[in-house]
């Protein structure tokens, strides 16, 4: 048995200041901490435009809830899986607003409406005529032309229930506002490294309550040595107090 902690933390990018901590289990997922995150800033007063995280916190779920909340979820969506040397679902055309309803097309211009339930969402599926008699089949399935006729069922490709979100994910992303937000990532690496340095490597207390107030303290300190530093490049300028006239 191992027991150990995961310290999630959000920073302001201007003067890199700490604004937020919560601690969980080790196997907590990253992405489920962002809403938490975001509140605990929300309750004091802070209102973050936007959050900017890692891939573990590309969530649909995550950023609905993070919309939600009035503020934005910004992370590379990681790429589709795929089997070795066939077409990842990236190579077909996704067209959600079509007013005929979803429709996708495949890196072979064919076009389907056929959308299926799934455990997880719903899925396309491609005619298996068409598949199993296509010049590119060989870099969209494994499955043979004759197991497509036989179960009426071409090329399939999963659609999350929440593709909408990730979609316009994608195509923020790679807008430059995005690419500029997720190039501020690099901050809360640093910040993290502080608190490595700090002490909070090592979980000096047993149970989550506890460390979590380690965290906190932790933060506490690397705040207030951010805060020295900044005086040291600008020292603040004496105020004159007088008192004023009724």
Avoid at 75 to 94: E, I, W
Wanted: glycine share 6%.
């Amino acid at each position: 048995r191992w027991a150990g902690y995961k310290a999630h933390l959000s920073v302001e990018t201007g003067a890199e200041f700490i604004t937020g901590v919560t601690v969980t289990d080790a196997n907590a997922y990253d992405g489920d901490q962002a809403l938490p995150i975001l509140c605990q800033q929300q309750a004091v007063g802070l209102c973050p435009e936007a959050l900017v995280g890692d891939r573990a916190y590309s969530k649909a779920e995550a950023r609905l809830a993070v919309a939600e909340a009035g503020s934005e979820l910004v992370a590379r969506v990681p790429p589709a899986a795929a089997r070795a040397g066939c077409f990842s679902k990236d190579a077909f055309a996704l067209a959600l607003d079509d007013p005929a309803g979803p429709a996708l097309t495949c890196p072979a211009g064919i076009a389907t409406r056929e959308v299926r339930p799934h455990s997880r969402g719903q899925v396309f599926v491609f005619p298996s005529g068409t598949c199993a008699a296509c010049a590119l089949r060989a870099r969209c399935t494994t499955r043979a032309p004759e197991a497509m006729r036989r179960q009426a069922t071409g090329r399939t490709v999963f659609l999350h229930p929440l593709e909408a979100v990730l979609q316009r994910a994608r195509a923020a992303a790679a807008t430059p506002r995005g690419q500029a937000l997720l190039r501020r990532r690099a901050v809360v690496e640093r910040r993290l490294a502080h608190l490595m340095r700090t002490g909070l490597r090592q979980a000096r207390y047993v149970g989550r309550a506890k460390v979590e107030a380690q965290a906190l303290a932790t933060a506490l300190v690397v705040n207030l040595r951010r805060l020295g530093a900044l005086f040291a490049i600008a020292p603040p300028a004496r105020v004159r107090w007088a008192a004023a006239d009724a």
